[in-house]
């Protein structure tokens, strides 16, 4: 257990749907990092947030967009859903942001846009 | 930016072998962060080893160690005395020290035969 936690695990919705997945990162840790594992795309960066502000941005679509709340937990929206969109999301949190320690991963979302 | 590429899609060895993935990436920067991450069929991402570029010494954590050549920019994984457990898609990743996301390679997946 990597102390992240993710909810949903399994989310599954239709086309042009929206949907949030959340994230909590481990006790100390304010850095958050959203990832997207796709079976073409392998595991890609979407964004990260640092104690409630953005610090970077991946590959993250205009149709989605996340936040880091006060609690330093974080949510992940996806709008306006493609199938092109089902994958699996990760959460992934370190202590800061020059740590060397590396990220931990949540168990993940997995979701199917149907 | 940066790359890391991991020319082995497949591999298998034998329960009790010693098996060694390959990684290779492509940078510019003299200091960085080097893992393996390990996903095994509950996806969970585990992070298995780490190196920091400006150590020489050669990362290990038990059966697990990697032999690091940063000139040849090559982060190949040794795992030792292979065990059942050990069956499962790994990922090599690339961290900047300046910047925080990880780069990770295809993967490789590792079967083990008892």
């Known amino acids: 257990d990597s102390g992240v936690t993710q909810t949903p695990k399994h989310l599954i919705t239709a086309t042009g749907q929206r949907v949030t997945l959340r994230c909590s990162p481990r006790?100390?840790?304010?850095?958050v990092y959203w990832y997207q594992q796709s079976l073409d795309q392998g595991l890609q960066f979407l964004i990260q947030?640092?104690?409630?502000?953005?610090?970077a941005k991946g590959n993250i679509l205009e149709r989605f967009s996340a936040q880091q709340f006060p609690d330093l937990h974080s949510e992940l929206n996806l709008s306006s859903l493609e199938l092109g969109d089902s994958a699996l999301y990760f959460c992934?949190?370190?202590?800061?942001?020059?740590?060397?320690?590396?990220?931990?991963f949540g168990p993940g979302t997995r979701l199917t846009v149907t | 930016a940066q790359t890391v590429t991991q020319s082995q899609p497949e591999m298998s060895v034998q329960e009790a072998e010693t098996v060694t993935l390959s990684c290779t990436y492509d940078?510019?920067?003299?200091?960085?962060?080097l893992f393996w991450y390990k996903q095994p069929p509950s996806r969970q991402m585990i992070l298995v080893i780490r190196?920091?570029?400006?150590?020489?010494q050669n990362a290990t954590e038990n059966r697990f160690s990697v032999n690091f050549q940063k000139a040849a920019k090559s982060f190949s994984l040794k795992i030792s005395d292979s065990q059942l457990g050990d069956a499962a898609m790994y990922f090599c990743?690339?961290?900047?020290?300046?910047?925080?996301?990880?780069?990770f390679g295809k993967g490789t997946r590792l079967s083990v035969i008892a």
């Open positions: 992934a949190s370190s202590v800061d942001e020059t740590s060397s320690k590396g990220q931990y």
């Open positions: 006790s100390g840790d304010l850095s």
């Open positions: 947030y640092y104690n409630g502000e953005e610090r």
């Open positions: 940078t510019s920067e003299s200091d960085y962060y």
């Open positions: 190196q920091e570029a400006y150590k020489q």
């Open positions: 990743a690339y961290r900047s020290v300046r910047n925080t996301p990880l780069v």
